[in-house]
């Protein structure tokens, strides 16, 4: 049956398709250090979108643009084993490293375009398969055809992602102009998260959606090793540690014992849904 809507282009007036290779692109290798160090803080976070997520000891996880494992990890404490894909080298190191920390020794990384992807010859399907702020996200069909159990969306809910809270972090500090700049997407709450819940369920699927707290946090021993971490996430010359400063001060708080917590917060949606069969 045609939809009434074709909700893939409305969303797309507002939310630039993502893909693996694009000319305007940033250089992701080249930002992994970031992006780890952001998913380091939000680790207690993503238990948060995980828990969303009915699980057994028994389940394959495929994890589309992996990154530094954020997801990975987590959901390799409660499954059988995690397929960890990724087309950017740095990004699977960082993965791989972050899975050697935590002692997992059920996840598989694998170096491969999404979008070369295909069933049974570069890779098989799994029980769940998930795409997290990731490529993977662009062809929900692929993503159905690819599970067995659920696949799974997972992306910011009408609110900050990354690029959007270092900017607020870093306000102020260079004259810079960062490629990234293009990924801060102005959400439109008309044509959010509805629209790719409208997506799945006009596949036929009966989609569930949860919104849940995310955000990124962690503890330091004193207000100036807060600020030696997290100016680490993007380099500028010290002139500007004054405005850094202030720029941080919503954001860290001291506890009795002496020590100082930053905390950002923000939301994101968690949208699973069993798979469907679906015609050429």
Same mark, same amino acid.
Request: with cysteine; net charge negative.
């Given at each position: 049956?045609?939809?009434?809507?074709?909700?893939?282009?409305?969303?797309?007036?507002?939310?630039?398709?993502?893909?693996?290779?694009?000319?305007?692109?940033?250089?992701?290798?080249?930002?992994?250090?970031?992006?780890?160090?952001?998913?380091?803080?939000?680790?207690?976070?993503?238990?948060?979108?995980?828990?969303?997520?009915?699980?057994?000891?028994?389940?394959?996880?495929?994890?589309?643009?992996?990154?530094?494992?954020?997801?990975?990890?987590?959901?390799?404490?409660?499954?059988?084993?995690?397929?960890?894909?990724?087309?950017?080298?740095?990004?699977?190191?960082?993965?791989?490293?972050?899975?050697?920390?935590?002692?997992?020794?059920?996840?598989?990384?694998?170096?491969?375009?999404?979008?070369?992807?295909?069933?049974?010859?570069?890779?098989?399907?799994?029980?769940?398969?998930?795409? /997290?702020?990731?490529?993977?996200?662009?062809?929900?069909?692929?993503?159905? @055809?690819?599970?067995?159990?659920?696949?799974?969306?997972?992306?910011? @809910?009408?609110?900050?992602?990354?690029? /959007?809270?270092?900017?607020?972090?870093?306000?102020?500090?260079?004259?810079?102009?960062?490629?990234?700049?293009?990924?801060?997407?102005?959400?439109?709450?008309?044509?959010?998260?509805?629209?790719?819940?409208?997506?799945?369920?006009?596949?036929?699927?009966?989609?569930?959606?949860?919104?849940?707290?995310?955000?990124?946090?962690?503890?330091?021993? /004193?207000?100036?090793?807060?600020?030696?971490?997290?100016?680490?996430?993007?380099?500028?010359?010290?002139?500007?540690?004054?405005?850094?400063?202030?720029?941080?001060?919503?954001?860290?708080?001291?506890?009795?014992?002496?020590?100082?917590?930053?905390?950002?917060?923000?939301?994101?949606?968690?949208?699973?849904?069993?798979?469907?069969?679906?015609?050429?």
């Amino acid at each position: 049956m045609k939809p009434i809507m074709n909700w893939d282009v409305l969303q797309s007036i507002v939310r630039p398709p993502m893909s693996d290779k694009a000319p305007s692109e940033p250089n992701w290798d080249r930002v992994a250090p970031m992006y780890n160090r952001m998913a380091e803080m939000e680790q207690p976070y993503t238990y948060n979108q995980i828990n969303c997520l009915d699980t057994t000891p028994e389940d394959t996880v495929l994890d589309i643009g992996c990154g530094p494992g954020r997801i990975t990890c987590a959901l390799a404490e409660r499954v059988k084993s995690v397929t960890a894909v990724d087309i950017y080298p740095e990004m699977l190191n960082y993965c791989s490293a972050n899975v050697a920390a935590r002692g997992l020794t059920n996840v598989n990384t694998r170096l491969l375009n999404w979008l070369d992807a295909e069933m049974d010859k570069n890779i098989e399907r799994h029980d769940i398969v998930i795409a /997290s702020r990731s490529v993977g996200m662009s062809n929900i069909r692929k993503l159905n @055809a690819f599970a067995k159990k659920y696949a799974v969306l997972i992306c910011w @809910a009408n609110a900050p992602n990354i690029p /959007s809270i270092l900017n607020e972090l870093f306000s102020g500090t260079s004259t810079r102009e960062d490629s990234e700049q293009q990924f801060i997407y102005h959400e439109d709450r008309r044509i959010g998260y509805n629209a790719v819940w409208n997506m799945v369920y006009d596949l036929g699927a009966d989609p569930n959606i949860r919104i849940v707290t995310d955000g990124f946090t962690k503890d330091f021993n /004193s207000y100036d090793e807060a600020y030696t971490w997290l100016r680490q996430l993007q380099q500028f010359d010290d002139t500007f540690l004054p405005v850094f400063k202030k720029n941080l001060e919503p954001y860290l708080t001291q506890k009795n014992d002496g020590m100082v917590t930053f905390r950002r917060e923000t939301k994101t949606y968690v949208l699973w849904w069993q798979p469907v069969p679906l015609g050429d």
